[in-house]
């Protein structure tokens, strides 16, 4: 199996998207989830290892998915000249 490569610009700005729809998600129904808990705004002290695991995470979902998709990518093509070569010269 070859390497497959990865735009790592790509990765930055796609895991870069996924947290930023994570942080509007929660700031649009962070009110709703404080009401559904019983908590005020008060209990809920803002700490960053959350922040923190949340972009790593993002990061390692955006590396892996860009992986995913090159290998993908590589066998459907692999699998479509294949094909292509067997069948498609009798149709020429």
Known sequence: MTAVPINYLAVVIAAI?????????????????QDALGKRKEDCKPAPLPFI???VGCLLMAWMLAGLMGHLVTSLFAAGSSARSSSGSALC
């Open 17 to 33: 998207a996924g947290f930023l729809v994570g942080w509007g998600w929660y700031t649009i129904f962070g009110k709703v989830w």
């Open 53 to 55: 695991i949340a972009g």
